[in-house]
């Protein structure tokens, strides 16, 4: 089967300009949202742990378990594209601070994922267009520079925060902006 990759990113696109505030390379990112199922304190969650790159880049470490199977001893692809979604999420909302969701996510899977490896996973930016955040990774096996299991290309489009509060739970949602008000030296 031939692999023809259409472009990227797609559109004419501005260089990402990170904010202001944007943690420096090397800071721990912590748990955005505790029930969030990439990088939450979920049960059988991925429990993704992420920092700050150089060049515009997040990396994050996802350690495969058995809650995340979907073949005996193999990752289920869908968990895989999870753990993408979240490290490219992570990067649009750490270095852009822009708040914004997933509009489009493709996962390429070039090798199998077993239980017990771990997959390093480098998101970057590619370029904005408008509302329009281009994001890519790729996450290599066992090691920084292992050979690449996955990659992924996301489209991440801004929103007004009332997005998540018209759609979500507008509760949890006040409750999450008031503790990271209180932790956060540059909101
Ligand atoms: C207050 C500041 C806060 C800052 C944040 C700070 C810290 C946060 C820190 C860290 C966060 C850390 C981690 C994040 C972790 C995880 C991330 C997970 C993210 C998700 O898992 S999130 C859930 C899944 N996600 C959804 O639940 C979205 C459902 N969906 C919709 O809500 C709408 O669908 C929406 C809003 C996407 C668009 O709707 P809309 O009406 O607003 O805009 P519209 O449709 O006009 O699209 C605008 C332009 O995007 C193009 N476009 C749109 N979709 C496209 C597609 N699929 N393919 C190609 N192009 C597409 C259009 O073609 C148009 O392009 P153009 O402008 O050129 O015409």
Known sequence: ????????????????????????PGTDLGVHFAECFGCGEVEGGLHLRSSVGDDQTVQSKFTVTRAHQGAPGLAHGGLLA?????????????????????GRLETDFRRPVPVGSTLYIEARL??????????????????????????????????????????????????????????????
Not at 159 to 173: K, N
Request: proline share 11%.
């Open 1 to 24: 089967m031939s692999r023809v990759p259409g472009s990227w990113p797609p559109v004419e696109i501005e260089p990402p300009v990170l904010h202001p505030n944007a943690p420096a």
């Open 126 to 187: 590619d370029g904005t267009a408008g509302r329009k955040i281009y994001v890519s990774a790729d996450g290599r096996l066992d090691a920084p520079d292992g050979p690449v299991a996955v990659s992924a290309r996301g489209l991440f489009v801004q929103v007004g925060i009332e997005h998540f509060s018209t759609h979500g739970d507008p509760q949890a949602l006040e409750k999450l902006a008031e503790a990271q008000r209180k932790n956060q030296i540059n909101p």
């Open 82 to 102: 999870c753990a993408f979604d979240e490290a490219l999420g992570s990067a649009v909302g750490n270095l852009l601070r822009r708040p914004a969701v997933t």
